[in-house]
């Protein structure tokens, strides 16, 4: 209450879910500030809802959210009549704030704004029974379904299964693609670091008899050294330009595909374990062979091919 969408802005989305007064309590989460829902909410003139903490800081980033009224619209393409009498929007007050739970959208870094609101509220035609179990939740199958039978001999009970099981689920898509990518970042990397070992160590090692000439000029271990890591770091500055931007143009297309899961195409964490990784090779390549080198007679150095 109190705010105004200005003309052709579109009003923010959040996810309602219809819960019974012992949902919370079900699942073992503790609310953070005011109440749980009572068997009175949802009727007419008890019309209640608790938010999450993402939706209270978006909304009431500066502001108590306890005892302001939203209005929740449902928004359906093409002038549909909504399904299993849910309204077309319902206003509420906001009684208490739970803790971020996501409920869709697993691949975003944040979770959605979730509203919860009494079930009295906005009925559905199917709706998910939660029960909490102390022994072998694979047991509580026919009891379920007894209890079910004795309420109404018609209302079907399909689709049994621990949370853990619903949860995975839902996230094997995400599972499959990432351990796919995982596999395959993993041996591009590993191949990413033996070539450029390989590459650098072999332009120094060639460069053997110009390390006897300077050694033979004066020229001191580490001054040969330095020479040899200043030329890798131009060559390594110029390559990881390239790859990081190689790599953040593939991220943003994985991104459009929604196939990043909580996490960014330009993500530092990865980006920077990966630079320094492969700053670690060039650095070892370019040092290793250099100190053979800088070990060597000059004379010796010199005949070598």
């Known amino acids: 209450?109190?705010?105004?969408?200005?003309?052709?802005?579109?009003?923010?989305?959040?996810?309602?879910?219809?819960?019974?007064?012992?949902?919370?309590?079900?699942?073992?989460?503790?609310?953070?500030?005011?109440?749980?829902?009572?068997?009175?909410?949802?009727?007419?003139?008890?019309?209640?809802?608790?938010?999450?903490?993402?939706?209270?800081?978006?909304?009431?980033?500066?502001?108590?959210?306890?005892?302001?009224?939203?209005?929740?619209?449902?928004?359906?393409?093409?002038g549909a009549a909504p399904a299993g009498g849910i309204p077309l929007s319902l206003t509420a007050t906001i009684v208490g704030i739970a803790p971020n739970v996501r409920q869709r959208d697993f691949q975003l870094p944040d979770p959605d704004p979730v509203a919860y609101l009494p079930f009295r509220t906005d009925p559905r035609a199917f709706m998910t029974l939660l029960v909490r179990s102390q022994g072998d939740p694979t047991a509580m199958a026919p009891i379920l379904r007894e209890e079910v039978r004795a309420i109404d001999a018609d209302l079907p009970l399909f689709g049994i299964q621990t949370l853990d099981q619903s949860l995975a689920q839902a996230r094997w898509p995400f599972r499959v693609f990432g351990s796919m990518f995982a596999i395959f970042a993993c041996i591009a990397l590993a191949l990413s670091a033996i070539g450029l070992y390989a590459v650098t160590a072999y332009s120094v090692t060639q460069r053997t008899q110009e390390v006897g000439v300077r050694m033979a000029l004066g020229a001191q271990s580490n001054q040969v050294t330095w020479l040899f890591l200043r030329q890798s770091f131009g060559q390594l500055a110029g390559g990881l330009t390239l790859g990081v931007a190689g790599a953040y143009g593939v991220g943003r297309l994985f991104e459009s595909t929604q196939l990043l899961v909580q996490t960014t195409a330009g993500d530092p964490v990865t980006i920077g374990s990966i630079s320094l990784l492969l700053a670690i090779v060039a650095v070892a390549a370019c040092v290793w062979p250099a100190r053979r080198a800088t070990s060597l007679d000059p004379l010796v150095a010199l005949r070598r091919d």
């Open 1 to 78: 209450d109190g705010r105004r969408l200005e003309q052709g802005q579109q009003a923010p989305n959040v996810t309602m879910l219809t819960v019974d007064p012992r949902y919370f309590e079900t699942i073992g989460l503790p609310l953070i500030r005011g109440r749980r829902l009572t068997d009175e909410d949802g009727m007419t003139g008890r019309e209640a809802a608790i938010i999450n903490q993402r939706f209270a800081q978006l909304h009431f980033p500066n502001e108590d959210p306890l005892g302001r009224r939203v209005t929740l619209s449902i928004d359906l393409q093409g």
